[in-house]
């Protein structure tokens, strides 16, 4: 599907957890053994807890390949899908504000790790004439897992499948902004109950999900506001127009006075009105003070700039700073400089027309 897959660090943690988990344990379920701790040896127990480390995390990643087919189908680019410990992060490029196109986004996922459970379970009754085996008992515990995390994935709170199915249904009957708000409360509910749940039984697990769903919610809530704050706003309205520049023959000892006289942390540099690049307060905290009467703007400002064009949504301004982790980015019209917008400029759209998304 042409979707980098990668493994975050902390994957290989959850790997050995994972599979000290499933060594150690040894229940039944449905009168069928769950998990490979009466397997022997040992050796041999942990080879199969291993593998079944590795199929969890296949499976967790078909999941989001679930999510991320439908969003193709849709036209939604998918930058890449991954891996972390608490499971996989499909990065896309936006999410669907189309109740009906979010909902099916959203099912996708856990439809997946329920057709992957079936499976594994039905593959199971198939070779299960000696359940305790490793394999059948493989295929029953990575079932098992899978319809759990199927379960789990719906349940009603960010950053969960579910709750993204809560915010479809509830967008279907009133504004878009209204209905994430209602959906991250109730995730947020969910979430100091589990935490309750957890601190009560010294359950660490469930309080690290109880943190994880609060901080999702929070976090998807701000995040909508913030993008239906900026709806229909262009970056040629919020802009600044007399954009102060400089030339790249200026030395750092010039430009530190410069930014003490005007109060600015940064300036495009240009020469003979091209966009030559940017320069900006932490460039310049990077040289030593003896050495900024010898050194100029040209050699150690920063060419590889990322522009905008002033007919550009302001979200997609907002998107490209959090992205790249710049605060401010040069508007070229027909390769001339323009204007000039930052995340202060971004920040005082956003207040101004908060108000104007909350109904």
């Known amino acids: 599907m042409g979707i980098p897959v990668r493994l975050h660090w902390s994957f290989l943690v959850v790997v050995l957890y994972v599979a000290w988990a499933f060594s150690s344990v040894s229940e039944p379920i449905f009168g069928r053994a769950y998990g490979f ?6 050796t041999l127990r942990w ?3 291993f593998l079944f480390a590795i ?3 296949v499976c967790v990643a078909v999941h ?5 087919y439908v969003a193709k189908s849709y036209g939604i680019g998918i930058k890449s899908i991954t891996l972390y410990f608490f499971g996989g992060v499909a990065s896309m490029e936006e999410i669907p504000r189309d109740p009906k196109m979010e909902l099916k986004m959203a099912l996708a996922g856990p439809l997946v790790s329920g057709a992957l459970g079936v499976s594994a379970i039905l593959i ?3 070779v299960s004439s000696d359940p305790k085996h490793p394999i ?3 295929l029953w515990t990575l079932g098992v897992i899978n319809l759990i995390l199927m379960v789990f994935n719906l349940l009603p709170a960010f950053p969960m499948d579910g709750g993204r199915v809560l915010r479809a249904w509830f967008a279907i009957r009133m504004p878009y902004v209204v209905a994430t708000r209602r959906a991250a409360n109730i995730g947020k509910m969910f979430a100091i109950f589990l935490g309750i749940l957890g601190l009560f039984s010294f359950n660490f697990i469930l309080l690290f999900i109880a943190f994880f769903i ?4 929070s976090e998807e809530e701000k995040a909508t506001t913030i993008d239906a704050s900026l709806e229909g706003i262009k970056v040629k309205n919020i802009m600044s127009s007399n954009v102060r520049t400089i030339t790249p023959d200026l030395t750092l000892r010039q430009l530190m006075e410069l930014m003490f006289k005007e109060k600015h942390r940064g300036y495009p540099v240009t020469n003979g009105g091209g966009l030559q690049g940017i320069i900006t307060l932490t460039d310049l905290q990077k040289i030593p003070d003896s ?3 010898i050194t100029n703007v040209r050699q150690v400002m920063t060419t590889n700039l990322f522009v905008i064009e002033p007919e550009e949504e302001a979200s997609t301004a907002m998107k490209i700073m959090s992205e790249r982790g710049v605060r401010r980015l040069p508007v070229l019209q027909d390769g001339e400089l323009v204007g000039i917008v930052s995340r202060e400029d971004l920040v005082r759209a956003i207040e101004l027309c908060s108000s104007r998304s909350s109904f």
């Open 37 to 42: 701790g009466a397997v022997e040896p040992v």
């Open 47 to 49: 080879a199969y807890s």
């Open 55 to 57: 199929l969890l995390f």
């Open 64 to 68: 989001e390949l679930g999510h991320s």
């Open 124 to 126: 199971y009754l198939a």
């Open 136 to 138: 059948p008992i493989l």
């Open 214 to 217: 609060y901080i999702g919610a």
């Open 291 to 293: 050495q900024r009467d």
